[in-house]
Structures are given as structure tokens and as C-alpha cells.
């Protein structure tokens, strides 16, 4: 006869676990989840979630291993739930950071789903939806383009598939997405980035490389192929599920589009930065 796997007394004949335990731990185990949920996104105190989601983990049956990916993805759910109606605000990353520390979890560990990632990005989309330059944008190395003086580096993503339209169709998705006004700026919801990735069959591929956006333009450097194109020279920005399309204002331009697996970020931040940019030159 075994033993349950959940409280270890004598299970019955032919049985691994009582039915009173599993429901117990699978109870336990949606409750810690919705608590993580539920702290981060009504701001309650995070201090002593470690204490309550421990006893409730004890109390259930769940070990400490899977307590810890049930707190990870309670703070994956509420970063998407958080970004699917508007931007990060300052407490809700707040929050995140707390959590963070009380349970000391890596940023590898958070960023199994790209969570992590989105939190850095909510920051620099908010601090240009806010008129201010974002500063959490370190690169290692050297860039593989020259900046003029006075533009700064934002963002840099790699492995990036360049593509350029075989035919000139007409821009599609000007007006799609549903945006919102954060401050000065703008923001586009999670949820409109759904549907829709490139079409690749009727793109060309030219070449795989860096994409970068700074205070003044969009880089693209490769082996292949190299160009930057100011804010001012683009006419429309196309937003797709997994990467973003331009058309310059030249008459002869075909579109080119950029593939680099998630359209949200890189959407949000090429229109803001290039409303940013006319503002500056306004100011200037
Ligand atoms: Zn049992």
C-alpha cells in the first residue's frame, strides 16, 4: 500500500494520493496565485506576502520550488494584465520591484516569459510618453554606427530579419490599434498587437543585423545592408504582432519591414520617439 504524496499517511489500496489532498493543493496552489495577482495590482502591501504565501504553501502541500514559479507567474499575469489597458505606472513597477526583492528572485527567473523584459520597456515607453529621455539603456561593446553628437541611443534589438516589400502596396494598419493618450505621448495596447505577424511571402529578406533607435533616427546596420533614416522622412509606422513596417516619404521608397518577435514594444516606441523628436526640433 503507498503512501500519499501529499501528507505522506497511507493512501489505500492501489492509490498514490488522497482525493482530499490533491483538491487541497490545487486549491492552495490558485489561491498563492491570485494573491500575487491580486497584491500587485491593488497596491496592497507586499510585506508579508513571503509569511502568507509560505503558510498557505505549507497548508496545501506545495513545495517551495513551485511556490516560487506560482509567484513568478503571478508577476507574469499582472504585467500583462497591466500593459493590456494602458502603461506600467510608477506604483505598479514599484510593486513589481518589491515583489522582486521579497522572494530575492533573479531576472533570468522573471524573464522566462519575457516578463522582465516588459517591465524595463513599460519604463522607457513611460518616460517618453512623459517627455523625458529614458537612461535604462546600457549597451556593452561598440555600436556598429556612428550617432551624430547630439542623439542618443534608446533602444538596440539584434537579430533582426530585414525585409523589403517586392510589390508597393498600399500601408495598411495607419489608423489600426487602439491607442491611448499617456501624457504627452501615445500608447497602444497589447491587445492590438494580436493577429496580423509579417506576411514574409510577399517581402523580400535583404539581411539579418542590428535595429536601434535613438533621439533623431532609425538604424539598421549588417553585413549586407546599412542605413539610417530620420523620424522626419517616415511617413508611417506599420504595427505587426512580431516586428514593425515603415514607408519613407519618397515616392519611389518601397516599404521595409523589420522582424524581430514582438511588435509591441518596438511599435510603441518608434511613435513615440519620432513624436518626440518633432517636438524637439520645435523646441530647438
Ligand atoms: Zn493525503
Not at 510593486?95 to 530575492?104: H, I, Q, R, T
Not at 493577429?195 to 539579418?208: F, K, S, W
Request: hydrophobic letters at 40%; aromatic letters at 10%.
Amino acid at each position: 500500500m503507498g503512501n500519499c504524496r501529499h501528507c505522506l499517511n497511507p493512501a489505500g489500496f492501489l492509490r498514490s494520493v488522497h482525493r482530499e489532498c490533491q483538491e487541497k493543493h490545487n486549491a492552495g496552489r490558485a489561491e498563492i496565485l491570485s494573491l500575487v495577482r491580486k497584491t500587485l495590482k491593488e497596491h496592497s502591501a507586499l510585506a508579508g506576502l513571503r509569511a502568507t504565501t509560505t503558510q498557505m504553501a505549507a497548508e496545501s502541500f506545495v513545495d517551495a520550488a513551485s511556490t516560487r514559479a506560482l509567484v513568478v507567474e503571478g508577476y507574469t499575469q499582472a504585467v500583462e494584465d497591466a500593459l493590456a489597458d494602458g502603461l506600467l505606472s510608477d506604483e505598479e513597477e514599484d510593486n513589481l520591484v518589491l515583489l522582486e526583492g521579497e522572494f530575492s528572485l533573479t531576472q533570468t527567473e522573471l524573464d522566462q516569459k519575457g516578463a522582465y523584459t516588459k517591465v524595463v520597456q513599460a519604463h522607457v515607453l513611460r518616460e517618453l510618453a512623459n517627455g523625458k529621455l529614458p537612461d535604462k539603456f546600457n549597451v556593452t561593446g561598440s555600436l556598429p554606427f556612428n550617432m551624430q553628437r547630439d542623439e542618443k541611443l534608446v533602444w538596440l534589438f539584434q537579430q533582426v530579419s530585414y525585409y523589403e516589400q517586392k510589390t508597393r502596396r498600399h500601408i495598411e494598419g495607419r489608423s489600426s490599434g487602439v491607442s491611448i493618450r499617456v501624457a504627452r505621448g501615445v500608447y497602444y495596447r497589447t491587445g492590438a498587437f494580436r493577429g496580423h505577424p509579417v506576411e514574409t511571402t510577399v517581402n523580400e529578406h535583404i539581411a539579418t543585423g542590428v535595429l536601434a533607435f535613438t533621439t533623431k533616427h532609425v538604424y539598421f546596420a549588417s553585413p549586407q545592408k546599412s542605413f539610417r533614416i530620420p523620424y522626419a522622412k517616415i511617413v508611417a509606422f506599420t504595427p505587426y504582432s512580431d516586428g514593425i513596417g515603415l514607408q519613407r516619404d519618397a515616392m519611389t521608397a518601397k516599404p521595409q519591414v523589420f522582424v524581430l518577435g514582438d511588435g509591441w514594444f518596438v511599435y510603441n516606441l518608434a511613435m513615440n520617439l519620432s513624436q518626440f523628436s518633432a517636438q524637439s526640433q520645435i523646441h530647438n
